[in-house]
């Protein structure tokens, strides 16, 4: 079960980019973010200076109403993601942000 979701994970992630789908608390709008993994996290240390991971801190507006979305993405040294939060908004699914574009698109 831990191979197949480190093996899933990996496909979903194409390499380098990280694909963020949250959606607005407010208005409900699903907003598309990407991460590259090895260009936007900083390394972050421990008490003792040594390196405990990566951390990605990022504000994301959706098109609607505008309100600002303050996401937080803890991964550990081999930059795997371990943690996400969001404040402002919720994680959703691929397939509903792909709902919401094909919907303003009609
Ligand atoms: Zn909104």
Known sequence: MWLWR?????????GRIL????????????VHVRIDVYNDLTLE???????VGYVLR???MDSRCFR?????ILFDTTRRETQRTVDGGVFVDES???QHVATIQK
């Open 68 to 72: 600002l979305m303050h996401a937080e």
């Open 19 to 30: 694909h963020l789908y949250v959606a607005c608390n407010n208005c409900h709008t699903p």
């Open 45 to 51: 240390y421990g008490d003792r200076e040594q390196a």
């Open 6 to 14: 480190l093996l899933s994970g990996v496909n979903k992630r194409d």
């Open 58 to 60: 990022k504000e994301i």
């Open 96 to 98: 509903v942000y792909h």
